[in-house]
């Protein structure tokens, strides 16, 4: 059907009374007075020809339009006819490491909605794909929840075997692990070290028929090793081959991306399946990583996959990011048996922009998520919890000063483990360790097992090692760490402080390996490593309290409470274990409220949310005095990631003219709207760069007429040479509505034109910029003076800004 020149009237009482209220409504008068608006001489009516079509059909058929009801045009035409707005291929994407506009997302799924309201009363099909419309988003993050749980039950299932078999084997039935193949035999009492269990054989067994002596802690020590290099080299190995993107934790870039940023292939599918398989390889060998920090990630790429099933998504990068928040949930959710702390988690730490719809749907997916995980039961016990304790005494009041100094020493721990691991980074990233990352994976690994295997507290596994920081001693317990000379079990007998002893010596080589580990080019996670050291620190510190309690129960603070005859005591270390994890992680990740909740999830402690949060907030205030960053965001501006964060407070002194690009004394690179020839434009995008080119009316006058984005020039450009014949090099480049004939044949763009382009004066503060990228996130501002063009802001400017300011190198700022 052939596409005719929307016209429509607007009445005069249709306009809005206070236009300053409206950011629309401004520049929709602004577009009616700046381009030339043909007003009609009936004082009611005013005539308006836009930059859109509309068909026969819907022409026919036209009433007024509210002002307030027409949406900015960004890309392609507004076609009412079809609800689409594109017509050339391409239009309205975005190229590798650039920035997305949020706004132009955000009209354009605006007009997608409007349309298909509009059209649901046409006929039953139409009310159908209505109703589709509405609840696609709710059926995505079920899929997505649904999709997680699994895979995170295959990762938690695939983990343990593998890590299991670096001891020993099942040699009924290979594909079991120790935990399992002993039920297999009805013996559900079996210890690590004592290997009580018939059906399980270790490799010293094996070999040399014995599970003792020193050949066989030698045989031991090698097949441990040996399976730790080999999990190691394949998940080097697969990552530098198949998914260079699956290395790392994964959180800062998915932070980077929900800011509204593009990284092609970060989140496609063989970065899932090689981040799947690598975590579980790379946790069974033995290294100082965890695996929930790359479920985030594994669950954000299950949700960009899933999305492209919805063309609403699919199509839409701000509307997809819903999605992925709601993913960066159930992957928390998963990860640690944990979903309301996992919708705060995609509040607090990853998400840029969080609506109300996206919380409900967070919550909806971590909740699915949660649900088929704890159906499938890979922990195979009752609780779907992963650290789940039971602690018979309640804190006492006195005990929030070493709950606060916990969080204080953890705040230290953690500044030292982000400024550490930083400097190593930013050394790999410049020496010629970068060039071999496989071998430096092998040779961590390797140093990794040799010093763990004679330590038992490194040998376990980390999660079993928290566990048992966690745990409350009683009679069944038999670890060093419950040795106690009576009855009420608060006085320390040797194998207590012989168990002190390993744990100060296995936190030294955490903290150490952690600092070398996390980074290299295989998938790792850092929330187990810092849960690991706090809890070390933190049971160290209760077992001290106990002792303290127990020898000198008089002490005023104490309050007769403790340690008396007939008492038991009333310090427990597992608890003051909880908290130092909980403080460590804090000052890691600078969590405060999501990390409270998922601690109580973690552990089933509720009652004990008081001193977690004592714990974090002092943790957070050590380390935001000592280090300004989280690692998370250490890493993003090591890496030159365009993040612009939302929660930092900046104080600017300087005006936009300080800051646009180019500087007053310097030509900007613009377009006219009608005095360019073809050769002229192609001319321009091959000596420049730049991501979008502002529209004036001509290089005398520079007043505005809209900004074009370099991409959908580009393709315009590239499918009018297809589909327009006689389309010579001196052809006009037309960004206005004409009806004149012009040869040769014009090539007409004022379809991809946004003709309402965010402005402000070269007077504007810099605060007041800063807050406007921030909170609409815009991909470039305009400046002008009269209304005439002066230069343009973009993200990077401002960051770069932002830099300057902080008297850091500007240049780190590396992509758009």
């Not at 090689?274 to 990583?289: R, T, Y």
């Amino acid at each position: 059907m052939e596409n005719l020149p929307l016209t429509s009237n607007i009445r005069k009482n249709d306009l809005p009374n206070k236009p300053s209220t409206s950011y629309q409504a401004v520049k929709q008068v602004k577009k009616l007075t700046e381009r030339n608006v043909g007003i009609s001489s009936d004082d009611d009516m005013i005539d308006i020809t836009t930059s859109g079509t509309m068909t026969e059909r819907t022409l026919n058929q036209r009433s007024p339009i509210n002002v307030a009801d027409i949406d900015v045009i960004f890309a392609g035409t507004i076609n009412l006819g079809s609800g689409e707005t594109e017509d050339i291929p391409g239009i309205g994407q975005y190229e590798d490491f650039h920035t997305i506009d949020w706004q132009r997302d955000i009209a354009r799924d605006r007009m997608r909605h409007r349309y298909i309201l509009k059209r649901k009363q046409n006929s039953f099909i139409d009310l159908i794909k209505s109703a589709h419309d509405a609840w696609s988003g709710w059926l995505c993050v079920l899929l997505v929840g649904l999709v997680t749980g699994t895979v995170a039950a295959i990762i938690d299932i695939g983990t343990s075997w593998m890590s299991d078999l670096k001891f020993g084997i099942c040699p009924q039935a290979f594909w079991l692990n120790m935990e399992q193949c002993c039920w297999s035999s009805n013996e559900t009492s079996f210890e690590l070290d004592k290997g009580n269990c018939s059906q399980w054989f270790y490799w010293s067994e094996l070999m040399t028929s014995s599970n003792y002596g020193p050949f066989a802690y030698i045989v031991s020590y090698f097949f441990y090793i040996s399976w730790a290099l080999l999990f190691a080299a394949l998940a080097a190995g697969l990552v530098r081959m198949f998914a260079p993107y699956a290395c790392g934790s994964g959180v800062p870039e998915i932070k980077t991306i929900l800011s509204g940023f593009i990284i092609r292939g970060y989140l496609g599918k063989w970065t899932l399946l090689i981040k799947s398989v690598g975590i579980m390889m790379c946790v069974s060998a033995g290294l100082s990583l965890g695996k929930e920090g790359p479920m985030v990630h594994i669950a954000s790429c299950i949700g960009n996959i899933l999305s492209y099933l919805f063309p609403k998504y699919g199509r839409n990068e701000a509307k997809k990011r819903e999605i992925l928040s709601a993913a960066a949930a159930a992957g928390v959710s998963v990860a640690f048996g944990a979903p309301i702390g996992g919708v705060l988690f995609s509040l607090e730490e990853v998400s840029y922009y969080f609506p109300l719809k996206t919380l409900w749907r967070s919550f909806f997916c971590a909740l699915v998520a949660a649900f088929v995980l704890s159906s499938i039961n890979p922990f195979g016990n009752e609780h779907s919890v992963m650290f789940y304790v039971e602690y018979h005494r309640p804190w006492m009041f006195f005990e929030l000063i070493p709950f606060i100094g916990l969080g204080i020493i953890g705040g230290v721990i953690a500044t030292v483990f982000i400024k550490c691991n930083i400097k190593w980074c930013r050394f790999r990233k410049t020496s010629i360790l970068g060039q071999y990352p496989v071998m430096e994976v092998l040779l961590l690994t390797a140093v990794t097992a040799i010093l763990s295997y004679p330590n038992p507290y490194t040998r376990m596994g980390t999660s079993q090692l928290i566990y048992l920081l966690f745990s409350q001693c009683d009679v069944s317990s038999n670890d060093g760490l419950c040795d106690y000379t009576n009855d009420k079990a608060n006085v320390a007998g040797p194998g207590v402080y012989t168990a002190m002893l390993l744990l100060s010596m296995a936190f030294v080589l955490k903290l150490v390996t952690t600092i070398f580990t996390f980074g290299i080019k295989v998938p790792c996670g850092l929330f187990i490593p810092s849960l690991a050291m706090g809890g070390i620190t933190g049971r160290i510190v209760g077992i001290l309290m106990q002792q303290l309690a127990a020898k000198h129960p008089h002490l005023w603070f104490f309050d007769n409470s403790c340690g008396l005859p007939g008492q038991e005591g009333c310090i427990t270390p597992g608890l003051y274990a909880m908290v130092g994890a909980a403080a460590v992680l804090g000052g890691v990740t600078r969590m405060t409220v999501s990390l409270v909740v998922i601690m109580f999830e973690l552990t089933g402690g509720v009652r004990y949310i008081v001193p977690l949060m004592a714990a974090v907030m002092a943790s957070k205030w050590v380390g935001d005095a000592l280090g300004k960053e989280g690692m998370y965001d250490a890493h993003i501006q090591l890496n030159g990631y365009p993040f612009l964060d939302s929660k930092e407070d900046i104080v600017h002194t300087a005006l936009a003219a300080d800051v646009m690009q180019p500087r007053r004394a310097e030509n900007l690179n613009v377009l006219t709207q009608s005095s360019m020839s073809l050769e002229d434009t192609e001319i321009l995008l091959k000596e420049t760069e730049h991501n979008g080119f502002p529209v004036v009316v001509s290089r005398e006058s520079q007043y505005l007429v809209g900004y074009v984005l370099r991409r959908d020039l580009q393709l315009a450009i590239e499918n009018s040479k297809r589909t327009i014949d006689g389309l010579l090099p001196e052809s006009l480049v037309l960004f206005t509505d004409t009806t004149q004939q012009i040869m040769p044949p014009p090539l007409k763009l004022k379809k991809i034109l946004d003709m309402a382009p965010i402005t402000i004066t070269d007077q504007t503060p810099m605060e007041t910029v800063v807050d406007m990228f921030r909170k609409l996130g815009l991909r470039q501002t305009l400046v002008t003076h009269n209304g005439r063009l002066l230069g343009v802001i973009t993200k990077k400017d401002i960051l770069r800004y932002i830099k300057q300011v902080d008297n850091e190198d500007p240049s780190s700022v590396l992509f758009h």
